[in-house]
């Protein structure tokens, strides 16, 4: 350690004796409109960058051997602008009044809206592989705002990354969720005009405001004063999720005595999304109000949220696909009484309030403290069912494929084709079964007394994860002298969830009882096994009622961190470390008839501490070419959802559980010049010691460890331990303008993402306290991580009229997109009895994938100036040739038939690409 803090120090101290003469360039970044002068524009001059204060003044100290400095400087708000400046004086440069012409905001709008996906899309699929990337990641950075814009919509990662790998903060204190690490992205929804302001890095660069995660870090903005002064009302109507949407804002600017507020709101509707029985009701609001205490001190109040309701869809297999003739079929509806009602209805509604503190201290010292509480719903409805048939049109046995050939093959075929009330749910029919149900429930509530009546053996379940969360963070940053900058932070953060099931509708019946039917059918012998609750047995329930399960996951997490860079005239040194403490503990509030020694009240608390170290360098070879390399550790908490092997009944942890490990390294080479722009990054990160359950309701048998006993009928709960990935891959991007008014354009990710671990798997199901299988070994050491393209390729044309008018057409490649993979099908078990390399052999253990698919998308706008008012008119089309072939994630089933070894038993599920689809925005400014 003494050897190392050494070097460092022969590397680091000899610059603060160098005095090399410095170049001052100075200006003011002021509204071409107003006049006024724009706060946090990003003044970049290659060899070194900095932002505006609050007035738009800027200081940027260069080498002084330089002769000629290229400016850029930029504002989410504003058009680019950069400046080319000659050095004819030495010392002190100032460059006046910089005016900078507000941007077509919608043109950002548009393209976001037809790159990022949707809530719609990310919660219809397994939410480990998932991503929104459109509005936390477009940046000023072609290969960024590409993977945004452009690859978005495909579900392309950055590196591969999963979203908790990229760290979120709002006015100051992170978003990412305590419980599995991720933003929760509808929370600011809609809420487009005053989430502009933001900076975004991806990577391992060190950030003044963030120890961000391996995937970079993302600050946004929302403070009445870093709002543009305006009133600006839009409409927009697309074929997406929703239909169309209404949004306003009125930002004050500031105001006398020092007073500075911000509104906006938003609706978005349809009564029919893109996919079939889906539908969308979303509203957003938002308030933001500042107050200055002379020009050191400043107090801002946030409060936002979006409440959203919307009908679900989800994937299919193959056969579904052919039968109803479209890639787009949704199980999840039906008709009721000739109308369209859909059985999976998300509604989110989980408001933020932010207090945030900055004080300007010192020359350039800044002290930001900020606190934030979350609160709300989040909830999904659900059919369930007691002592009935399987409600669900696509259940595997209602299929033609479960069927021998023959007659019934046939006109069960036909009944597919040609008959949607066949393909979809039938709510009449569940409705008319809980008509003629009529039962006597003796021992009602655990009183003795009997409950006669029309018992629901279908109902309409709400699966709720509710929750709260205190945030807390203060924020340090202080230069010292010309060369170190100096940034470090202490936070605390609180989650407290209520993960419970409640009765949302009976569907016709008059109670349904909180009973565990597979229990019921296990242990016919045991009374109590039935009881989902102990405290309440046989307990009657009506709407609003919470059953099956009910318990609150609470986590804290105490933090700290630090970073110094020091800044040579040709090279900056970076060095970060950070140390965090996380609790968590599970608290039952049912007692479960099953696990009645652990499943109500408070469990054993689980600690961990986790640290992690980062560094780099930034080698300024001159103004046009740069070369930096970085490089990290970290370890990182296991997530609450992944710790628990069955959470929703009883507090057994993961065996063997502890914190995950990732190391990471990227190289970048960067070269700006007047009219090319080019970047190329490799990365390579590995991932250690993961942890991953996974639950599934199956009905055919598993093969499990305990002699002859095999797990059936119920939910299976599946954790995967020792879980390794690697990822690597390189990122090019190129900007060429060879004349002023048109702009070529060239972007590739190439990566492979892989699993390079032999992870170990432990099975346990809700119904059993019995460990079914421990320390299975999982085969996935090379199989591909799904759910993205593994590469991805643009070619981007763009024409700027002097007239106030563009057009932009995008060709894209993408390949590499793989299937999530059944790891009970990659076991010794589940190929034993087969020859290595026969075809049935390959069926089970290979992985699925999409073909390479070629998309084209269209985008341009035209603005009109009348006086002081504004009219911007945006449209943005995608998927112009309509390729609904494109494959852009799916998953093997996690049931498997171990007697037959037939993996066509339970088929792959797919999702696919939205065929043509459009966004069209009209906004008025003034």
Do not use: C
Not at 247 to 273: C, D, F, H, I, Y
Not at 434 to 453: D, R
Not at 681 to 686: A, R
């Amino acid at each position: 350690m003494n050897k190392l803090l050494f070097l460092l120090a022969a590397i680091l101290l000899p610059g603060f004796g160098l005095r090399a003469q410095l170049l001052l360039v100075q200006g003011t970044v002021k509204d071409a409109g107003t006049g006024r002068g724009i706060p946090n524009a990003h003044v970049d001059a290659q060899l070194a960058d900095t932002y505006t204060d609050e007035n738009g003044r800027f200081e940027l100290e260069l080498a002084a051997d330089l002769t000629d400095i290229r400016l850029t400087i930029f504002h989410p708000d504003y058009e680019q602008l950069q400046k080319t400046v000659t050095v004819k004086e030495f010392e002190v440069i100032d460059l006046g009044d910089i005016l900078l012409k507000p941007a077509d905001a919608d043109e950002e709008d548009t393209r976001l809206e037809l790159g990022t996906i949707t809530l719609e899309d990310l919660e219809s699929q397994e939410e480990s592989s998932q991503e929104v990337s459109g509005l936390l990641t477009a940046s000023r950075d072609l290969f960024v705002s590409t993977a945004a814009y452009t690859f978005g919509s495909a579900r392309f990662r950055i590196r591969g990354y999963d979203s908790e790998n990229t760290t979120i903060s709002l006015n100051g204190v992170p978003v990412n969720r305590l419980e599995n690490g991720r933003p929760y992205w509808s929370a600011w929804g809609g809420l487009n005009d005053v989430t502009r302001n933001r900076h975004t890095q991806v990577g391992l660069a060190p950030m003044g405001y963030s120890f961000n995660g391996i995937g970079g870090a993302t600050t946004i903005d929302t403070r009445a004063l870093s709002q543009r002064k305006q009133l600006r009302v839009s409409y927009s109507s697309s074929n997406r999720s929703y239909r169309n949407r209404l949004m306003a804002t009125w930002s004050s600017g500031p105001l006398k005595n020092g007073w500075a507020v911000s509104v906006s709101g938003s609706r978005r509707w349809a009564q029919e999304g893109y996919v079939e029985g889906t539908f969308y009701d979303a509203w957003s609001y938002f308030l933001s109000i500042d107050k200055k205490f002379g020009e050191s001190q400043r107090l801002n109040l946030t409060v936002l949220g979006a409440p959203i309701r919307r009908g679900r869809s989800t994937a299919a297999i193959a056969e579904l696909y052919q039968l109803t003739g479209t890639h787009y079929y949704n199980s999840y509806w039906g008709f009721q009484n000739g109308k369209k009602r859909n059985s999976r209805v998300s509604t989110i509604h989980q408001p933020i309030a932010i207090l945030r503190h900055d004080w300007n201290f010192g020359k350039n010292g800044l002290l930001t403290t900020a606190v934030s509480f979350q609160t709300g719903r989040n909830g999904s409805t659900a059919l369930d069912w007691y002592d009935a048939r399987d409600p669900r049109p696509n259940y595997y046995r209602y299929l033609p494929s479960f069927l021998d050939d023959g007659p019934m093959k046939e006109l069960v075929t036909q009944a597919w084709i040609n008959d949607q009330t066949v393909q979809q749910l039938d709510w009449d029919e569940l409705y008319q079964v809980n008509y003629e149900s009529y039962e006597e429930i003796e021992n009602a509530n655990g009183t003795g007394e009997t409950v006669a009546g029309r018992r629901s053996k279908y109902i309409l379940e709400e699966r709720r994860y509710d929750s709260k969360e205190l945030n807390f963070q203060s924020l340090f940053q202080m230069p010292f002298g010309k060369r170190l900058d100096v940034s470090a932070a202490l936070g605390y953060r609180m989650y407290q969830g209520d993960n419970y099931k409640l009765v949302n509708d009976l569907l016709g019946g008059e109670f349904y009882v909180d009973i565990n039917r597979f229990a019921e059918r296990d242990f016919p012998d045991n009374p109590d096994a039935a009881q989902n609750d102990l405290n309440n047995p046989n307990r009657i329930l009506k709407v609003g009622d919470r059953f099956g399960y009910d318990y609150n996951p609470n986590i804290h997490k105490a933090y700290s961190w630090a970073q110094l860079v020091y800044h040579l005239p040709r090279i900056d040194f970076s060095l970060g470390a950070q140390v965090s403490n996380t609790r968590f503990w599970r608290e039952g509030d049912m007692k479960s008839g099953l696990f009645p020694d652990n499943s109500f009240g408070k469990s054993e608390v689980q600690s961990f501490l986790n640290y992690g170290v980062k560094g780099g360098l930034l080698l300024k070879i001159n103004n046009r070419n740069y070369l930096s390399a970085y490089g990290a550790y970290l370890t990182r908490a296991p997530f609450f959802r992944n710790a628990y092997l069955s959470p929703r009944t009883r507090d057994q942890i993961v065996e063997g559980l502890s914190s995950e490990e990732i190391t990471s390294g990227e190289l970048n080479y960067i070269y700006r010049a007047p009219a090319l722009k080019f970047r190329a990054t490799g990365f390579y990160t590995k991932f250690r010691n993961g942890t991953r359950v996974m639950s599934f309701f199956n009905d055919e048998e598993i093969a499990s460890d305990i002699g002859d006993e095999t797990i059936s009928l119920g939910f299976v709960n599946f954790a995967l331990t020792k879980i390794g990935k690697r990822h690597m891959g390189a990122e090019i991007a190129v900007e060429w303008h060879p004349t002023s008014f048109l702009e070529l354009d060239a972007v590739a990710a190439i990566g492979q993402y892989i699993y390079d671990t032999r992870p170990t798997a432990t099975i346990v199901t809700d119904n059993n306290p019995s460990v079914f299988v421990k320390d299975r070994t999982i085969y996935l050491q090379n199989y591909y991580l799904p759910g993205m393209p593994q590469s991805a390729y643009t070619l981007g044309l763009r024409y700027n009229s002097k007239k106030y008018w563009f057009a932009t057409f995008n060709l894209n490649y993408f390949d590499g997109v793989w299937l999530d993979v059944n790891p009970n099908r990659r076991t010794e078990e589940a190929v034993s009895t087969l020859r290595p390399g026969s075809d049935a052999w390959k069926a089970i253990l290979g992985q699925d994938r999409g073909e390479p698919a070629v998309t084209l998308d269209f985008f341009g706008g035209k603005s009109f100036k009348f006086g002081d008012y504004f009219i911007y008119l945006n449209l943005g089309v995608s998927n112009i040739l309509d390729n609904q072939d494109f494959i852009t994630g799916g998953y093997e089933q996690l049931r498997f038939d171990f007697a037959s070894q037939d993996p066509g038993r339970f088929p792959n599920r797919y999702y696919f690409y939205y065929g043509r689809t459009y966004f069209l925005n009209i906004s008025f400014r003034m």
